[in-house]
């Protein structure tokens, strides 16, 4: 009863403060909502002119995408392989020749691809050690709280990054004019990327290191390489580890398509089916770069929670 | 003979520890007090060099210890054992390695890198740790041992060092009163029966005044005490400490009880 | 009890601290068990330079000198065409933005498809989740030499395979990002009677979007990286103008464009970096 009178007692009989208070409070909103309403338009404006330039400078116009996505489908069509139920386990026939139909038809030179994978985890297995060796070395000067001198310091971090910034295949592509077509380019080119990549974060993880047993070793008299080899590589082992493992995973998928410009490996024969031919072979050489990088994933997984444990790995 | 000269060390406009002068002889158990920033631990740190100090010299025989550079100066902290409140263990290492850390100064760089230790090695670092009563821990990663067991590593890897002078940066800071009495009782058996000179910072009063042959307290840099725990007075300590006084005295009041149930063990050493 | 020093500990205290301590020395097996990694390491190493014909890098040692030389020194600058080259850098950004986008647009609709909370059929889930696992499987690369097949050399061919190597990656990315909801918000939007598309715009959108949001500009910075390769295989952008450099024996124009990319990639790492840094501290201020 008292409630609703007071209400209205207070609106009517002091009329100006609570009506300026509404009008403040609604002059705000309208100059909140209006600041908000221009960068959303202006947002929009921005992204509508890079997506209008996008369009124009990649000509990705309509009708050629209509003209283009029939052909995808086509595309996909012709690298099916034509397999025949009845015919689908038939061996080769007494002159030697494959059965149409067959898995040994559509698969006719598995034996090369199996060569060819098998080099390709090779080099990835190279790679990954030579980058390993060349990023654990570089790590500690790299390290913010562990290089020696500043000029190391800069020296040692600006080389980690040159090597990260250059995509491999640029490399590979340098390396296979420089040394020849065949996969010691792409070894090459590969260690060199990971030493990069994996030498700045080594050195991210020596910067978490804790300085107390650094201190320790110092105070015993320690050289800093006997500091590094006591007091840091201890701590930063278990994921100096794991990272290596994950970098050999990503270096597997790396050799695989890395002989596209004759570096080696699958690539190779993968660039070569594609450009040359569109039948069953391309299908046949992509399952089999997909199923090795998936059972090198799940290998390297093993490996890694087995050795340093689920509840380390972070 | 240790002596300091004028030691000063600057940190900006602040005096972590200012015109420093002490001649400490060989075989001393030395205290050093005051409350938290007084100076006590950047002093040990200057005498370790693990911070070069600013101004003034650090003497022991003829050598200036204030101007080592590269392998003097490795071989004066090999002679200067540093046990630190945070014990500064290798946590990954097991024991027996931590132990033999200490011997890094006189290994071969390649022996070093590739940690190979000869059993003549590894027997002294078991001797080292024997004397802690932690040898059967040898194998065990340090850092899966209690506090107090780490501090007793650390004394065994100050130990492997042959050291002829050990520094214990608030050894008993952050262990509980019985380890603390353990590991004070072992920096007082080194300094007995090995001659060694053990300099100590201690925060707590009566620590100091139970274990400690000479006592120096330090105020905002200065050293502003120098003497036997019987002539430091009470009043002189409630100066010394300031504000935390109620602090020092309470936890002297703790460790009282310890102290003198460690009595009977003096009394045999 | 004082200890010797280390010179006069005796054959006969080793022998007795042997005897005590078995496990602290050095014992034939642990020798090998700690040494056998690095050696297997070694042997690989040698075993693989042999198998790879490390000598060749040796041997090349002239064609090294000439190309190294051709990099550096730059003749004819006046010649070189600047247009096609700064066309084709800005081609390989439209490339990344447009693949991006389309492939943003996608996952925004296949993530739903593949979480577990939104999609209960669970034979269209797997058959979603195992689409998208092939998708990512495939190297961009291989995608953008499939493409540059079927539809032809050119930038296009870049675009749809950006597209599609986003897609698979960015669906899984997304439907992990809605599977790990606050489910209450949810229940709040059910609970006012909307329909599925309601519960899905006013439920899930709103929780999901910054993460949807951060993790397509993350994608936009790394497919900008990864477009500069792109036209190696013919798919456009300024990897085709490399390699057409290449093969045409121009080595300084290659290293000039070279150049031009490492900048770019430096450059695009510091700008992500910088609205990384701009949007977490946006998200201070709210």
């Not at chain 2, 003979?1 to 001649?23: E, P, Q, S």
């Not at chain 3, 390769?229 to 070279?258: H, K, N, P, T, W």
Request: hydrophobic share 50%; charged share 20%; aromatic share 10%.
């Amino acid at each position: 009863m008292t409630y609703t009178p007071m209400m209205g007692g207070s609106a009517g009989a002091s009329g100006g403060a609570p009506d300026d208070a509404v009008a403040t409070f609604e002059r705000h909103r309208i100059e909140l909502r209006a600041t908000k309403r221009v960068w959303n338009i202006l947002a929009l404006v921005i992204f509508a002119i890079c997506l209008g330039l996008s369009v124009w400078v990649s000509r990705f116009y309509p009708e050629r995408l209509a003209d283009g996505i029939p052909r995808i489908f086509e595309y996909f069509a012709t690298i099916m392989p034509d397999l025949q139920w009845d015919a689908l386990f038939a061996g080769r026939t007494e002159d030697g020749s494959a059965v149409p139909g067959s898995l040994t038809y559509w698969y006719t030179d598995f034996w090369t691809y199996l060569t060819l994978i098998f080099e390709t985890v090779l080099m990835a297995i190279t790679a990954t050690l030579l980058g390993t060796a060349v990023a654990f070395v570089l790590s500690f000067p790299a390290a913010a709280n562990l290089a020696p001198n500043t000029w190391v310091y800069i020296v040692s971090r600006r080389f980690l990054e040159i090597c990260r910034g250059i995509p491999e295949i640029l490399l590979a592509l340098v390396f296979v004019f420089m040394i020849g077509i065949g996969p010691l380019a792409g070894v090459i080119a590969i260690a060199i990327h990971t030493a990069g990549a994996l030498g700045k974060l080594f050195s991210e993880v020596n910067e978490n290191a804790s300085s107390r047993p650094i201190e320790g070793i110092t105070a015993v008299g320690g050289t800093w390489a006997d500091k590094m080899a006591y007091a840091v590589v201890p701590q930063v082992a278990p994921n100096f580890f794991s990272y290596a493992m994950l970098r050999f995973e990503i270096n597997v998928r790396a050799s695989s398509i890395i002989g596209f410009v004759g570096a080696g490996g699958i690539g190779q024969e993968l660039n070569r089916v594609i450009s040359f031919y569109s039948d069953d072979r391309v299908l046949a050489v992509l399952i089999l770069v997909v199923l090795t990088v998936t059972v090198i994933d799940l290998m390297s997984e093993r490996i890694r929670l087995g050795y340093i444990g689920r509840e380390n790995f972070a | 003979m240790l002596k300091l000269d004028k030691l000063t060390r600057r940190f900006g406009d602040n005096l972590a520890v200012d015109n420093a002068n002490l001649d400490i002889p060989d075989g001393q158990m030395v205290g050093i007090i005051g409350r938290s920033g007084a100076g006590k631990s950047t002093l040990l740190r200057l005498l370790n060099r693990l911070i070069d100090p600013s101004d003034g010299q650090i003497l022991f025989g003829d050598a200036d210890i204030a101007r080592l550079k590269g392998k003097e100066l490795r071989a004066w902290r090999s002679d200067c054992a540093m046990i630190f409140q945070q014990f500064n263990l290798v946590g990954r290492l097991d024991v027996i390695t931590n132990v033999m850390t200490g011997r890094l100064y006189d290994l071969p760089a390649w022996r070093a890198m590739a940690q190979v230790f000869t059993p003549r090695e590894r027997a002294f670092a078991i001797q080292a740790l024997d004397r802690l009563g932690m040898a059967h821990t040898a194998l065990q990663r340090a850092e899966t041992l209690s506090g107090g067991q780490q501090q007793r590593v650390a004394i065994a890897r100050a130990l492997a060092q042959e050291p002829k002078i050990l520094l214990a940066d608030e050894p008993i800071a952050s262990l509980d009163p019985m380890n603390a009495k353990i590991v004070m009782d072992a920096l007082r058996s080194i300094n007995r029966e090995d001659g060694i000179t053990v300099i100590c910072n201690l925060h707590t009063l009566d620590t100091a005044r139970d274990y400690c042959d000479r006592i120096i307290g330090m105020q905002d840099g200065r050293i502003v005490f120098d003497g036997t725990p019987d002539l430091l007075t009470t009043q002189m300590a409630r100066e010394i400490y300031g504000a935390e006084a109620h602090e020092a005295f309470n936890e002297a009041a703790t460790s009282t009880s310890l102290g003198a149930s460690s009595a009977p063990v003096r009394a045999s050493a | 009890m004082s200890i010797a020093a280390i010179s006069a500990v005796s054959d006969s205290q080793i022998a007795a601290v042997r005897a005590a301590h078995p496990g602290a020395f050095a014992t034939p097996a642990a020798t090998i068990r700690r040494w056998a990694p690095l050696a297997i390491a070694i042997i690989y190493i040698i075993g693989s330079m042999w198998y790879f014909d490390f000598g060749r890098l040796f041997d090349s040692s002239e064609r090294v000198l000439r190309l190294l030389r051709s990099f550096v020194v730059w003749r004819d600058m006046d010649t070189w065409s600047y247009s096609q080259i700064y066309v084709g850098i800005a081609q390989t950004l439209a490339m990344a933005f447009l693949g991006t986008l389309l492939g943003t647009m996608g996952a925004l609709f296949v993530g739903f498809l593949a979480a577990r909370n939104v999609m209960p059929v669970r034979v269209v889930r797997q058959i979603v989740r195992r689409i998208l696992d092939i998708l990512r499987g495939i190297d961009q690369l291989v995608w953008g030499l499939v493409f540059v097949r079927a539809v032809g050399l050119g930038p296009l061919a870049g675009v749809l395979a950006i597209f599609v190597s986003d897609l698979g990656t960015l669906s899984k990315l997304y439907s992990e990002a809605i599977e790990n909801i606050d489910r209450k918000q949810v229940e709040g939007v059910r609970a006012t009677g909307a329909g599925q598309i309601g519960i899905i715009r006013y439920g899930y959108i709103p929780q999901v979007l910054p993460v949807f949001i951060s993790q397509s500009l993350y994608f936009l910075e790394s497919n900008t990286r990864s477009a500069t390769i792109l036209g190696i295989v013919g798919a456009g952008g300024i990897g085709m103008i490399i390699i057409e450099r290449f093969r045409a024996s121009l080595y300084d124009q290659v290293a000039f464009v070279v150049l031009n990319v490492l900048i770019l990639i430096f450059a695009i790492d510091w700008l992500s970096k910088r609205v990384r840094l701009w949007a977490i501290g946006e998200k201070h201020d709210a």
